[in-house]
């Protein structure tokens, strides 16, 4: 068994390092330059740059199942209510910084690369991927920003990007082979420091400047750790959306580590850093250091199986659904209000509660005619607890706070 991997002294190690210019893969140059003209505010909408593009994901986006942001399509809760453990890839959320390309498997090759390794490029094609052994995990992907409109609708503070509720986030069943089966084969020299997927998308233009594929390293310790390059999803081959015909799951991290439609694997022998690891995806704002700081890790939150506003009947029993989850382990318990707030019960744990994923539950509750809030407060095993207040970041990751979900009753 793999040593766990300390994502706090790696995020504290790359930022030493970053501070200190270094800057394999990006250069620090390139940062600053960006982070001016952001300031001049044409930049840092990463995930709302290209909403107009028409058509950029190719699978139904059905209203009873999703809300829509141009080339992001967020999952609505109560389309989760009559489902199972796991999200049917009809409703799984789909975050595309361009557009989903469409990818010839017969052309496909995985290329792995880099002063990381004791020799020259391997290349995989996807009938050798699925030669070696295969595993199986059940895992959330989960986007860094899920919950972001929060810190505007209960918060009132300004942030950018994508305003998801809270539905960026699934979990599936994923086979594929190892990341570290495939690094051994390609000859993992112990000199290798980190690993970066990059994605064959279109490269992502935002300001006039073109920061090319999606990419985001990992060091090697997680790579070699529990990560899966992943060619099914729920039994079926990945839908194209979903990263067809192979993507990166990394439990516990942040969405954008889940690199889709992989096309090549760098391995190198220092520390690297992307643009989705320095100017996206790190906390910015008041009490963090001027170059942000890093992070991997999602947090724990909740949601009701329900919509936003809906309408219930008074005067009977409602059963309320709902699931919580934590990059910190599996969840305790789960405590919930029907009253804004003022008393909480706990709810029942309903199924399994595997790490990485989520718990179900559920809690009866017979509501009287007029508006309520609905409260949902979670607790890992770590002891994590959902805060009252999220801490603000001005790209808005990372939201973990207290939802208040209302919903009116209506006489029968
Ligand atoms: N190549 C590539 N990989 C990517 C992205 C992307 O735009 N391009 N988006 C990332 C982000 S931000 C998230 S949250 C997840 C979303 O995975 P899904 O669309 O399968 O739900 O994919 C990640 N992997
Ligand atoms: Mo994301």
Redesign the pocket.
Known sequence: MMKKVDEAAYDALRLRQWQAGRAGGFSRRTFLSLAAAASAGTLLRPEAALAETPGPIVKPLPSELFTTFGSNAEMRWSAMRDQGYLVPVDR???????STPIIDTGTWRLTVDGAGLRGGPVEFSLAELRQLPSEMAITA????GNGRSFFTTQQGQSVTGTAWTLG?V?VARWRGVLLSTVLRRAGLARRAVDVMPS???PTYVTGGVDLG??RRPMPVAKALYDVLLAYEMNGEPLLP???HPV?LVVPHWI??S????VGRIEVSDQPLFSPWNTQFYRLFGPGYPDEGQPFDKQVVKSAFELDFGATVLAGRTVRLTGRSWSAGGRIRHVEVSTDGGHHWRRARPTGPDLDGAWQRWELDWKPTVGNHELLARATDVRGNTQPEVARYNTLGYLFDGVVRHPVSAVAG
């Open positions: 799984f959320f789909v975050r595309d910084h361009t992907i989960e986007c860094a960026a699934g994605g064959l998308d594929h999606v959306d979903h990263g993507r969405g954008v889940s690199i889709k439609w």
